[in-house]
């Protein structure tokens, strides 16, 4: 074994000349960039936004930390704790339970992994969510039937109920916490209800997960999914996912390969350790996001859930009291949101003037709406560690002020 | 402007009852998980492998920094300026420069915007990255056209032509550093030849990119795609693509929708500032593992390219030179990657029991092959800082011993 160099290893110096003569014959052409020669300044922020939140002392903490391999016995281990975690949040047994990246993606995951060209797809439509899912939806070919309603407005069992008597559809999107319009969509009865209609019930939690209460496996809900980057205080780039068995059943046994293979749950579900196969390598995953949302998911559990729903209800209950300096709330308080309140946009104001004077002067980060409610509401998210009286005084502060100090336009 | 609170949300206390209600009907049935009440601990390793690579000590400072809104206008400023790294990393003058995540989502995200169904694609097959471009675009229905070759091969302009002429494909897809066979595949010409036949040049350099000359647009490259997690040692999580003008044609006049929202890159385009429209939401970046990107962007513009790469020439070929105590280097001499060392497992050895020793017994990661080179070869990688003398020894001298010490089977 331990022989003479291979012969031709020895010459490498002169016969890399392939590469070599690569670089005679070409000159670099566009210089080092003078913009990255200045050091890298982050500004402190607090985002009080619809997210991404602040992260957490011990999640800052995780994203210092150095590689270890995407295949290391010790990533398994971080892995499958990140799993636990998740089942813990969702409140289910469901062994199809991973992280994938963005929230978008995992609404992208789902649905084509769950829907084939042609199939019956009922959309909830009351926000920007419903419309992506409506958008994803119709790229995979399924037939979208949207049900629409203004922002603000939320789907009851009856108007469901309907719907899956009319279109049949194979799968339903509702989204828990619509943190463009502020509602929070109950979901006790919804799950049952599809079943009865053979159709899988999917829910976006990424606004609502850890500030409104989910029970995924009581409520009957087929795919669930959430973000790192609100209530969670990771770093985006990771979102939750996990899937029933009646799901799993669907992805399993569909006829087509769905059209993206980074996204394919088979691959996924492997390399989650989800199957009973040896895990293979499907893509490198974010190792150190992984580290961050760990202990994220450590930290909710530390708290508990009931506790961290009770921190997000009291925190907004006591914004919601603060805000008598006058801006109206949106929306019917027994669906308004106990993470992202919307409020109306003050009249006579430009909404930009009050969202930059707030950023300005505080360095606070509050927004306007989003998609149909863009022009229409102040956004305030109260999300994690975020969640306190303190920075509700803080953003109630900045808001007078910047009342007072921007422009007021005629009516 | 100033009045009375909205009455509604005086009430919020009690009216909330509609989730107070689910609390009241449901319990928590899943408990915290005991796993995640350990502390977090990462060990330390030296990252030899094919990649991930160890964080530079100014990356791995940039993963502690707090967040900012993915909207604010420093993190427009720090993707303006990623672009910047990646127009110098590339060569190229492209105004359609963006990251997007993982080296298989940028492959996904080439093929998804490039192809269309029926679109015949023509694949470079001499390893994983080409079989793994080869599913992709089946996928999204393209006739696609393997030109099979063993590990260890690349291919010829020659063979590229008679492949051009035959199948007359829109894209071809080449590797140029084939990770997992070790091999480095000519680009010069190849750019001219396709052009030639109305074909797309689509290059994966996420093994090779810092360590091995490429110039973009003077090679007539019209995707380049990267990684964060090689020689750039950034985390996994991020990578760097970019499109000719030629490329972005054929995007803007496509028939269909990419199939993906995700990957869409007119969406993409738009959120990164490369259209002339003001930027949409898209989804949330990942921030901070875009402040590590920038870092690590500035860094190879720091030392500069032709620095980068003549030091992984040299470190590679003190590998080299001290692998003469007897791994047989797969690969011609001429077309050996910079970056990755293929070596022939050693015969009369299980490779699984090298690997294992110098990870257990001095926290070096080597690993196996991938693919096609399972089981047949060793991979060790000298990536960005791992790529020094010193790292060579180690890694050497842990060989060693795993060769002393490791069962030896009977042949
Ligand atoms: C309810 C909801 N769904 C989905 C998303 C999308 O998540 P991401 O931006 O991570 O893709 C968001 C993000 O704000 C959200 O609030
Ligand atoms: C040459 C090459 N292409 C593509 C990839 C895939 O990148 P990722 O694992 O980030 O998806 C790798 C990763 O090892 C690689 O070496």
């Given at each position: 074994?331990?022989?003479?160099?291979?012969?031709?290893?020895?010459?490498?110096?002169?016969?890399?000349?392939?590469?070599?003569?690569?670089?005679?014959?070409?000159?670099?052409l566009?210089?080092?960039p003078?913009?990255?020669r200045?050091?890298?300044?982050?500004?402190?922020?607090?985002?009080?936004g619809p997210g991404?939140?602040?992260?957490?002392?011990?999640?800052?903490a995780?994203?210092?930390?150095?590689?270890?391999?995407?295949?290391?016995?010790?990533?398994?281990?971080?892995?499958?704790?990140?799993?636990?975690?998740?089942?813990?949040?969702?409140?289910?047994?469901?062994?199809?339970?991973?992280a994938?990246?963005?929230?978008?993606?995992?609404?992208?995951?789902?649905?084509?992994?769950l829907l084939?060209?042609?199939?019956?797809f009922?959309?909830?439509?009351?926000?920007?969510?419903?419309?992506?899912?409506?958008?994803?939806?119709?790229?995979?070919?399924a037939h979208?039937?949207?049900?629409?309603?203004?922002?603000?407005?939320?789907?009851?069992?009856?108007?469901?109920?309907?719907?899956?008597?009319?279109h049949?559809?194979?799968?339903?999107f509702?989204?828990?916490?619509?943190?463009?319009?502020?509602?929070?969509?109950?979901?006790?009865?919804?799950?049952?209800?599809?079943?009865?209609?053979?159709?899988l019930?999917?829910?976006?939690?990424?606004?609502?997960?850890?500030?409104?209460?989910v029970?995924?496996?009581?409520?009957?809900?087929?795919v669930?999914?959430?973000?790192?980057q609100?209530?969670?205080?990771?770093?985006?780039?990771?979102?939750l996912?996990?899937?029933?068995?009646?799901?799993?059943?669907?992805?399993?046994?569909?006829?087509?390969?769905?059209?993206?293979?980074?996204?394919?749950?088979?691959?996924?579900?492997?390399f989650?350790?989800?199957?009973?196969k040896?895990?293979?390598?499907?893509?490198?995953?974010?190792?150190?996001?992984?580290?961050s949302?760990?202990?994220?998911?450590?930290l909710?559990?530390?708290?508990?859930?009931?506790n961290?729903?009770?921190q997000?209800?009291?925190?907004?209950?006591?914004?919601?009291?603060?805000?008598?300096l006058?801006?109206?709330?949106?929306k019917?308080?027994?669906?308004?949101?106990?993470?992202?309140?919307?409020?109306?946009?003050?009249?006579?104001?430009d909404?930009?003037?009050?969202?930059?004077?707030?950023?300005?002067?505080?360095?606070?980060?509050?927004?306007?709406?989003?998609?149909?409610?863009?022009g229409?509401?102040?956004?305030i998210?109260?999300?994690?560690?975020?969640?306190?009286?303190?920075?509700?005084?803080?953003?109630?502060?900045?808001?007078r002020e910047?009342?007072?100090?921007?422009?007021?336009?005629?009516?």
């Amino acid at each position: 074994m331990l022989g003479a160099l291979s012969a031709a290893s020895a010459t490498l110096g002169h016969k890399a000349a392939g590469w070599v003569r690569t670089m005679a014959s070409h000159q670099l052409l566009v210089p080092p960039p003078a913009a990255l020669r200045k050091p890298l300044s982050i500004p402190r922020r607090l985002l009080l936004g619809p997210g991404p939140s602040n992260l957490s002392p011990r999640v800052l903490a995780a994203g210092g930390q150095q590689m270890i391999g995407h295949m290391h016995k010790e990533m398994f281990q971080i892995m499958d704790e990140i799993k636990q975690g998740i089942q813990y949040a969702f409140q289910t047994r469901n062994a199809l339970t991973l992280a994938i990246s963005s929230g978008h993606c995992a609404l992208e995951a789902a649905l084509s992994n769950l829907l084939e060209p042609q199939d019956s797809f009922l959309v909830g439509v009351n926000g920007i969510w419903g419309q992506r899912a409506q958008d994803i939806g119709e790229r995979i070919g399924a037939h979208v039937h949207p049900m629409i309603k203004d922002p603000g407005s939320h789907f009851t069992l009856q108007e469901v109920e309907e719907a899956l008597a009319q279109h049949k559809p194979v799968l339903l999107f509702l989204t828990q916490g619509e943190s463009s319009s502020g509602v929070l969509q109950p979901l006790d009865g919804y799950g049952e209800l599809c079943h009865r209609y053979r159709c899988l019930l999917l829910v976006d939690s990424v606004a609502s997960l850890g500030g409104a209460p989910v029970y995924m496996d009581q409520q009957g809900i087929d795919v669930l999914y959430s973000g790192s980057q609100k209530v969670l205080n990771a770093p985006p780039g990771t979102s939750l996912i996990s899937f029933s068995d009646k799901a799993r059943n669907k992805i399993y046994t569909r006829k087509t390969k769905p059209v993206s293979f980074n996204l394919d749950i088979k691959w996924l579900a492997n390399f989650w350790g989800c199957d009973d196969k040896p895990r293979k390598y499907h893509h490198t995953l974010p190792v150190i996001g992984l580290y961050s949302l760990r202990e994220s998911l450590a930290l909710l559990a530390e708290q508990g859930l009931e506790n961290s729903w009770r921190q997000h209800q009291e925190a907004t209950a006591y914004l919601h009291r603060r805000l008598r300096l006058g801006l109206q709330l949106l929306k019917d308080p027994a669906l308004r949101l106990p993470t992202v309140t919307t409020v109306v946009a003050p009249a006579g104001y430009d909404w930009r003037d009050i969202v930059n004077y707030v950023m300005d002067h505080f360095n606070i980060e509050i927004t306007g709406g989003l998609g149909p409610s863009l022009g229409k509401v102040l956004r305030i998210g109260l999300l994690g560690c975020n969640a306190t009286r303190e920075n509700v005084d803080r953003v109630i502060e900045a808001l007078r002020e910047a009342l007072q100090h921007c422009p007021r336009h005629k009516l």
